[in-house]
């Protein structure tokens, strides 16, 4: 079964940096689109960020454009999300995602930007 496990989240100071994984599992990776999602407290769930199944390919939300870099490695089945210049307007939980209309979501990693 999908299996997606995020971890790499915490508790930073603004303009602190953060590298977030998730590790999936139970699918041909390399075959498929990956995203990025987050939901702060009060608000809906919104994407963050999309890498296309080679790589490529990658867009952002215009909130996080220039600050964050998502990748993966399609040998490790690996995604990742590079997140400098943090802000406390990204406090979130971060979930991964199998593409961007697939229901399956990792558990979610929290991310708090604070002083």
């Known amino acids: 079964q999908v299996q997606l496990v995020e971890s790499g989240g915490g508790l930073v100071q603004p303009g602190g940096s953060l590298r977030l994984s998730c590790a999936a599992s139970?699918?041909?990776?390399?075959?498929?689109?990956m995203s990025w999602y987050r939901q702060a407290p009060g608000k809906e769930r919104e994407l963050v960020a999309v890498i296309t199944s080679a790589g490529g390919t990658t867009n952002y939300a215009d909130s996080v454009k220039g600050r964050f870099t998502i990748s993966r490695d399609n040998d490790k089945n690996m995604v990742y999300l590079q997140m400098n210049s943090l802000e406390p307007e990204d406090t979130a939980v971060y979930y991964c995602?199998?593409?961007?209309?697939?229901?399956?979501w990792g558990q979610g990693t929290q991310v708090t930007v604070s002083s």
């Open positions: 995602r199998l593409g961007t209309s697939y229901d399956y």
């Open positions: 139970g699918f041909i990776f390399r075959s498929h689109v």
